[in-house]
């Protein structure tokens, strides 16, 4: 749970950068943006300068807190300096649950002092190796320098990207929302609580004569397959499927079928199954499905159709701006693969693990807000 909390607290410290007014540093020093212009050498080493200006600015504080939220009790010092405060700690909490809305719901079996303790120890780590990179000189490499200025090009690229697809005109109705739950609530697990089914019991047997002896058996049991599959010493044989749905697996498909299409609610049937088997299945029960009240998934629902919709006025805005700035891309470069790479060659499902998960915590080089599921 420590290193969970530490690794989701790392990604805190670089969208801090965003959530707070000291953004507008990056505006002041790199300008706004306008449409791409030829820099001269002078221009050229201008911003560079300015970069360098901002690197020095951002990085000559020895503490990931803001300073005006180093206030109330102490509760981490170093070298006789608040780096953890009470408030700070409210405030880096609440970053993190509004970042991490998955927490709010474990915090429910957590024990609340031991989380605020674990962001606590991050917080006083974190301030440790500021404090250790600026007395070894690191933040004066050239290297360091160089990964910095990166790693604010992929924050202007992620705030530039966000803040274009915040200006797309997207109007989700509450029809609309309705409409999704409704078309969808019945192959959207996320929807549904129970899906339902036939309840049902069946013994496969190898001819269809013995399949009928034994239904006359279960008459005689009161229409009890257990008490009549016991008189008869098959048992054994009795198979339990449960609750029968488009989702049971295990399940013999004809059977299955034949189940599903039984409209009483207690009765007895032969079903012959793919595999020649004849089957006596007692049907005992029926289920409705049970789905997610509608007020319950409502704002999640919206959520999901507003995602949707920015991603298909993305590829809209983003066609009209090539229109707009004449791009054009050498589609002959991609046209053929590399010598020696088929494109038929399946990836290492490692790597594949890796590309899918590639970006989930930002969006910098395109958009990829694209949402996974309704929840």
């Known amino acids: 749970m420590k290193k969970h909390i530490l690794s989701q607290y790392s990604f805190l410290v670089l969208t801090s950068l965003i959530l707070l007014p000291g953004c507008a540093l990056l505006d002041s020093l790199f300008g706004t943006k306008k449409a791409p212009q030829p820099e001269s050498s002078q221009e050229k080493a201008l911003n560079k300068d300015l970069q360098d200006a901002a690197i020095e600015v951002l990085t000559e504080s020895n503490t990931v807190i803001p300073e005006e939220e180093i206030t109330g009790t102490p509760l981490v010092t170093m070298n006789g300096k608040s780096i953890v405060t009470s408030d700070s700690l409210q405030a880096e909490e609440a970053k993190l649950l509004d970042a991490n809305p998955e927490l709010k719901q474990m915090l429910a079996f957590m024990d609340p002092a031991q989380l605020r303790r674990n962001l606590a120890e991050g917080l006083m780590n ?79 047997f190898d001819t269809e004569a013995e399949a009928k002896t034994f239904v006359t058996q279960i008459a005689a049991q009161g229409n009890d397959i257990k008490k009549a599959a016991q008189a008869a010493g098959i048992a054994d044989k009795l198979k339990d499927f449960m609750t029968v ?109 890796q590309l899918e998960g590639a970006g989930d915590d930002m969006d910098t080089v395109a958009y990829h807000d694209h949402a996974q599921s309704v929840i």
């Open 126 to 204: 974190q301030a440790l190796v500021d404090q250790d990179i600026i007395d070894r000189g690191i933040d004066k490499k050239p290297e360091y320098k160089k990964e910095i200025r990166e790693g604010f090009k992929a924050v202007e690229r992620m705030v530039n990207t966000k803040f274009f697809t915040q200006s797309f005109d997207v109007r989700i109705t509450d029809s609309d929302v309705r409409k999704f739950y409704e078309t969808n609530k019945d192959t959207t697990p996320q929807l549904i609580i129970s899906r339902g089914g036939v309840k049902a019991m069946g013994i496969p």
């Open 245 to 353: 749905n488009q989702q049971s697996m295990g399940i013999d498909p004809e059977v299955k079928a034949k189940i599903m299409g039984i409209t009483k609610a207690s009765s007895t049937e032969i079903v012959k199954g793919k595999d020649n088997k004849t089957w006596v299945v007692t049907i005992t029960g029926k289920e409705e499905t049970q789905y997610r009240p509608f007020e319950q998934v409502k704002a999640e629902i919206k959520d999901y159709l507003e995602k949707e919709e920015r991603a298909k006025k993305f590829d809209e805005e983003i066609n009209k701006l090539k229109q707009k700035y004449n791009v054009k891309m050498d589609e002959t470069f991609f046209a053929q693969p590399a010598e020696g790479a088929g494109l038929e060659t399946e990836l290492p499902e490692d790597l594949l693990s």
